[in-house]
């Protein structure tokens, strides 16, 4: 027999979510006709396909890899996507939100305007059009409250929505995924992993992230209590003042509503030093969309948001 | 800032309606500081939007905008807390009798229950309820906080009353670990910090009890078992079975049994991850490869002795959710347990549990949110374990075949309590 294998370590929480996310990502692939893998470049969902990955090891993934493209990403997480999805050979899917535009299904919003609540009709199009059951997505349940309500498994019905007072029983990991025609299940393997258990995992995997999750200089302007980058998504007005910044972005959404933090975290380990201590919640202090409201989430939740 | 790694511990909180189980836990996340500033903010906001007060807790996890208007918690909110050594993740479960279905959900997870009890009320028979069904669920550790000794005036006798009824009632339940509290989820008394006003009491509070807690280890174990998933086909033409492991761990040479088709064989590689491991620990998402070609697949069952039960006839505990009564002519259902999902049908309804007397009494069908003992005939053979011996290879749900809806938890064998 073989000395060279590692030794049984026992298992931390880190290793008991990991195999938690690996068994459901094989339940839903067994159990649905035509699952799809919900995938942005951001950081959680970064990680929901590396454990795809892992969870179908050494095959190909049985399943395909979604992005809801609003046409207002930051650069760098477009090259990131594509550089990711070609190392571990998966299909892309890029399903447009100018498309849906285009089709006159929804109005431009303009340039200043948030496209994040567009992106749900682009994405139950998709859903639609390619006859997908499942869609695997990188939701944490500490994200937010209506969050925190979620199944692992959400069930959608014809139009995509969720019903918050009508979830079905979960019980145990019997996660059964069954629908019939024209309605899907959203699946949630990162539901109980906090900000805190991503940033452990990413430096535990060696995992390779887009560049603007670490400290960076940029040109920002100050809008709505947020330092935005200034880009073509952001164009100063002229009572705004540019300032150049060593920042990060901890969360990653669009260029136009995502704000970034002040930062000198340039490696994964002073990002988890960072997180540790951090006051404010992620979403809190970085993105606009969730600041409408108090049920702004569960609100497009049941529209069938991500 | 040491973040070693920590353990896990699930637990759900559970009792009636209004006796404080949201506020508790949104008193225990904002006294641990796992709350960020602009959560307590809104927290705060929507407490002054609604008139009522300060800051109402319960708002903390009743986040969806139905809780907050009408005060109550519809379904399970699952939040966080990590302290030096553990992480936390806590399932606030809803009181109401019409949501014992999602209550059961946060509670078929947890390792241990957290029952809140308001000190001045009878045991009510929603608390009952929970207690029963978590007990079934197989929680053994239980630590109740007796709260809202603020409105008694810190009376020690009136804790006493309070956990005499609920240790009266809970004998029978089997429960190995039951610590008492007397808490005020609204000021915080024995919450986190420990309080002035009990200087009768000389236990641990909340936190420290949460934290010594050794619930987790479940039960004892009967063997390996790793109900199959998926087969994963290996460069070269080999194939591994992958699954995640319950009751024991399997090691590289550990002899098995594929079930049903009681083939034996012997394990000559652990993979995890597409790397190779000599051990599969309960827990783990391995996948095993063999000695022996086999014809394997999504719903077989691999075990090592003692070997499970082969069957088509389930004697069973269901607790049943469905909107119409669950009889002999009901509608048609489908079972899945493990990896596996058959069509089933019921037949015989034995008798249904009377919560308050923890009595099985005679019945010919089980409403909603009833709980009893059936006899189910499947058309598939099933490979099971009594519940109680493993949580995993024990338990299964009734699917309607109609909606797809899940209608029921149930559990192989009755507890020794009915």
């Not at chain 2, 999902?341 to 009377?354: A, L, M, N």
């Amino acid at each position: 027999m073989t000395t060279t294998l590692p030794t049984p370590h026992a298992t931390d929480h880190l290793d008991v979510l990991e195999s938690h996310a690996l068994f459901i990502l094989r339940e839903v692939a067994a159990e649905c006709e035509r699952p799809v893998l919900l995938f942005s470049g951001g950081k959680d969902s970064t990680v929901l396909l590396h454990l795809a990955a892992k969870a179908f090891a050494p095959q190909a993934l049985p399943f395909p890899v979604l992005h809801i493209d609003t046409g207002q990403n930051f650069s760098e997480v477009l090259d990131f996507r594509d550089r990711t999805v070609k190392a571990i050979g998966a299909r892309l899917i890029v399903a447009k939100v100018q498309d849906t535009i285009d089709q006159g299904r929804v109005v431009d919003p303009g340039p200043l305007g948030s496209r994040n609540r567009l992106q749900t009709v682009t994405l139950l199009d998709a859903i639609n059009e390619h006859r997908f059951d499942a869609a695997f997505g990188g939701a944490r349940r500490d994200e937010d409250k209506a969050r925190a309500k979620e199944r692992i498994l959400s069930f959608r019905d014809a139009f995509g929505q969720w019903d918050p007072r009508r979830q079905r029983p979960e019980l145990w990991q019997l996660y059964q995924g069954k629908v019939n025609v024209g309605e899907h299940v959203r699946a949630f393997p990162l539901s109980d992993w906090t900000e805190l258990d991503v940033w452990q995992y990413i430096g535990r995997e060696k995992m390779d992230l887009p560049s603007i999750y670490f400290a960076h200089e940029r040109d920002v302007v100050l809008r709505d209590g947020m330092w935005l980058a200034v880009s073509e998504f952001v164009e100063p007005a002229s009572h705004e003042v540019v300032v150049r910044k060593t920042i990060r972005f901890r969360t990653v959404g669009d260029a136009n509503c995502t704000g970034a933090v002040l930062s000198h975290a340039s490696t994964i380990e002073a990002i988890i030093d960072e997180v540790a201590v951090a006051n404010v919640s992620e979403r809190g202090a970085t993105r606009g969309d969730d600041k409408f409201s108090e049920t702004a989430m569960e609100d497009r939740k049941r529209e069938g948001y991500f | 800032m040491d973040l070693a790694t920590k353990d896990l511990l699930r637990l759900a909180t559970i009792g009636s309606v209004d006796d404080g189980k949201s506020t508790l836990i949104g008193r225990l996340l904002v006294d641990t500081r796992q709350l960020f500033d602009d959560q307590l903010d809104a927290v705060a906001a929507a407490s002054e939007r609604r008139g009522f007060g300060d800051l109402d807790l319960s708002f903390v996890t009743d986040g969806l905008r139905a809780e907050r208007e009408q005060g109550i918690t519809i379904d399970v909110a699952y939040r966080y807390a990590t302290t030096p050594t553990r992480k936390f993740i806590i399932a606030d479960c809803p009181g109401h009798v019409q949501y014992t279905g999602n209550m059961a959900t946060g509670a078929s997870t947890a390792d241990l229950a957290l029952v809140v009890l308001d000190v001045a009320s009878r045991l009510k028979e929603q608390t009952r309820r929970h207690l029963c069904i978590a007990a079934l669920l197989g929680v053994r550790s239980v630590i109740v906080a007796v709260n809202k000794m603020d409105t008694v005036g810190w009376s020690e006798t009136a804790f006493d009353r309070a956990i005499d009824q609920i240790e009266l009632h809970s004998r029978e339940l089997g429960f190995t670990s039951m610590i008492m509290i007397p808490v005020s989820a609204l000021y915080g008394d024995n919450v986190v910090e420990g309080s002035p006003n009990t200087p009768w009491y000389h236990g641990p509070t909340l936190l420290e009890a949460l934290e010594a807690s050794e619930a987790g280890s479940w039960e004892t174990a009967q063997g390996a078992r790793l109900p199959i998933q998926w087969v994963l086909r290996q460069p070269g033409g080999g194939r591994t079975y992958a699954g995640i492991v319950s009751g024991e761990a399997f090691r590289v040479g550990d002899r098995v049994t594929l079930l049903p088709a009681n083939v034996e064989t012997t394990i000559t590689a652990i993979n995890f991850g597409g790397e190779a491991r000599l051990e599969a620990a309960v827990g783990l998402a391995a996948d095993l490869d063999f000695a022996d070609e086999t014809d394997a697949g999504r719903g077989d069952l691999i075990a090592t002795a003692p070997l499970p039960t082969i069957t088509r006839d389930l004697q069973a505990t269901v607790c049943w959710f469905g909107e119409q009564p669950l009889s002999v002519n009901g509608r048609r259902l489908r079972l899945k347990h493990t990896t596996r999902s058959t069509p089933v049908r019921v037949r015989e309804i034995k008798g249904v549990i009377d919560i308050e007397s923890l009595t099985v009494d005679p019945a010919d069908s089980l409403s909603t949110n009833e709980i009893g003992l059936v006899s189910l005939q499947t058309a598939d053979p099933l490979v099971v374990d009594d519940y109680r011996e493993d949580r995993v290879t024990g338990s299964f749900v009734l699917i309607d075949e109609v909606t797809n809806a899940t209608v029921a938890a149930g559990m192989v064998g009755h507890a020794s309590f009915l």
